[in-house]
């Protein structure tokens, strides 16, 4: 691990100002993803700007019904809040299908939305990356390549690494808000499907964030009520990525949303998909995975997440 300076911060907007004034520097809460890059020498920040102490660790309800998740509150009492429990259950579904209790105890609702991919080039720094060191290549795309747990849809030829989050899956589902401060003090909002990039040519640039930005909550709108589920599909039984999860509302009609994780870039989700569930999962795959591009190793994700689909709407 690099030497780096420190400080710790009380007030989002002094997080976004500070950023913004020393070039290379990170925010750090729980750091369960930080450090580990950190040690790796994947990351290396020259400065780390606590923001543990910004109060941004409380849940409430917005006059709109719905519900307002400050930055640093911790996944697991996300996934324990009574309200999200009873009227976004597929949130706490997702939450607890994702790290271990202690990561989960560590982990922040922030934190989690900008975790870096685990493919394994990208944590490998003696091959090329061009998420980790842009212009190198993707080794992920080479011959002979491990690509079993990479994206079949979204990617591209600089990148076909996935978003590894849980719980962002459910959020994109829920059609959930990314509320930020930009180091001028301005507040923005930026809905979930707007907030993740897809690679093209630049795959190290992730978000819509621009240098410095904090977020500061994610909004979720009123409850859409239905069935809600989410299903991850991985290589064990815990501790371990999605080789496919799918996240599901589905309402008495049989009309409802579906998101897709461990296939994508981002949380995948389409709204001409979304039409066709009635139809079911087989009418709702060929349009959301509609110019899927697999390798020869991942093709089975696109059975995977139609059987996956199939047995959670036998449910009920």
Request: proline share 6%.
């Amino acid at each position: 691990m690099r030497a780096f300076s420190y400080e710790r911060v009380s007030a989002p907007a002094q997080a976004a100002s500070r950023a913004a004034e020393v070039p290379g520097a990170k925010f750090i809460a729980g750091g369960t993803n930080l450090l580990d890059l950190m040690k790796l020498e994947i990351e290396t920040p020259v400065h780390l700007i606590d923001v543990s102490g910004t109060g941004l660790d409380s849940i409430s309800d917005t006059r709109e019904g719905g519900l307002r998740i400050g930055a640093l509150v911790s996944n697991t009492d996300l996934a324990a809040n009574e309200r999200v429990r009873r009227e976004y259950g597929v949130l706490t579904r997702a939450l607890m299908a994702g790290a271990s209790g202690q990561l989960r105890n560590k982990a922040t609702t922030a934190g989690n939305l900008l975790q870096r991919t685990r493919c394994p080039y990208f944590y490998d720094t003696a091959m090329p990356c061009n998420k980790r060191a842009p212009g190198t290549g993707c080794a992920a795309l080479g011959q002979g390549a491990f690509s079993r747990q990479l994206g079949i849809i979204g990617t591209s030829d600089a990148c076909i690494a996935t978003h590894p989050s849980d719980m962002a899956v459910a959020l994109r589902v829920l059609d959930a808000e990314v509320e930020t401060v930009t180091p001028a003090g301005a507040s923005r909002t930026i809905p979930l499907d707007e907030f993740y990039r897809l690679p093209g040519d630049t795959p190290e640039i992730e978000t819509a964030l621009m240098p410095g930005e904090f977020i500061t909550a994610v909004k979720l709108p009123p409850p859409v009520g239905g069935r809600q589920a989410y299903y991850k599909v991985r290589d064990r039984a815990s501790y371990a990525f999605a080789l496919v999860s799918v996240a599901l509302v589905r309402q008495s009609d049989g009309s409802g949303r579906v998101a897709l994780g461990g296939v994508a870039p981002q949380p995948w989700r389409r709204a001409q998909a979304d039409a066709a569930l009635p139809d079911g999962a087989n009418a709702v795959m060929s349009r959301l995975l509609d110019g899927a591009s697999p390798t020869e190793e991942n093709a089975f994700k696109i059975q995977l997440a139609e059987r996956t689909l199939a047995g959670m709407l036998a449910e009920g």
